[in-house]
């Protein structure tokens, strides 16, 4: 047997690894970390290509699996995958070298720092911001970690006061409770369909209010006083997103 036939039935990651190993291809996959499905002509703004060129690297992308094509009458839209493309390409982030680029604008640097305070990552939240509701949630015993993250009882209870609806029926092939590594943090921040339903609450109840098109999320006011009362966060991680708003 040749080394090549030993690796013959072996996952190809080689095949995935080269389809981030472009600057806009990986441009592309970032952006759509907003959750949302954009379309060719934005990314290509985005990146700053051609609409040929974007549309040469999408195909290239939903042939791989990291992206789907979804179509609305004549226009077509892509997004990521799912929830687990979406962490896997967070994860890759937080462990990438980062590129030391210059501050042009008071306007970058309060973008830059929006950013890593807090951002969606697909429909999580991330950044500082995500990091502290998942240390919180341990602090206060809503989350173990004898075998991995997972909601206890007073976990679901908390939830259950909230309004937040917990399906553990099952049906979703998607993980109950997981963790994505934060690539500003370089910590963990709470995935999976639990940290989807809190996000979502949280927009709903008006605690979080997207920012546009762009992955910036600003805490409000009332946000503020429903996370210290119900998770007791610091006035140190709940204050910056006001300096970071303004």
Do not use: K
């Not at 806009?24 to 290509?44: H, I, S, V, Y």
């Not at 179509?71 to 990438?96: F, Q």
């Not at 370089?186 to 008006?206: K, P, Q, W, Y």
Request: net charge neutral; charged share 25%.
């Amino acid at each position: 047997m040749t080394s090549h036939d030993s690796y013959a039935d072996s996952p190809d990651l080689a095949s995935l690894a080269a389809l981030f190993a472009d600057r806009t291809r990986a441009a592309f996959c970032l952006a759509l970390l907003d959750g949302r499905a954009w379309t060719a002509t934005e990314l290509a703004r985005l990146a700053g290509v051609a609409p040929s060129t974007a549309t040469g690297h999408l195909h290239r992308l939903v042939a791989g699996g990291v992206l789907a094509e979804e179509r609305s009458g004549r226009h077509r839209y892509v997004r990521l995958a799912g929830p687990d493309t979406a962490e896997m390409i967070e994860g890759l982030a937080a462990h990438a070298p980062q590129r030391p680029t210059p501050v042009r604008s008071l306007t970058d640097a309060r973008r830059r720092r929006a950013l890593a305070h807090a951002r969606t990552c697909y429909d999580n939240l991330a950044g500082a911001l995500g990091v502290a509701i998942t240390d919180a949630m341990t602090a206060q015993a809503l989350l173990a970690w004898d075998y991995g993250p997972a909601l206890t009882e007073s976990g679901a209870s908390w939830l259950r006061g909230l309004g937040v609806a917990d399906d553990r029926s099952g049906t979703s092939r998607r993980a109950h409770v997981r963790t994505c590594l934060d690539w500003t943090e370089r910590r963990a921040h709470l995935a999976g369909a639990v940290g989807a339903a809190l996000f979502r609450h949280a927009l709903e109840a008006s605690w979080l209010v997207r920012q546009g098109s762009t992955r910036i999320i600003t805490l409000t006011d009332e946000g503020r006083d429903a996370l210290r009362r119900h998770l007791s966060l610091p006035d140190e991680v709940l204050l910056a997103g006001a300096d970071t708003a303004s």
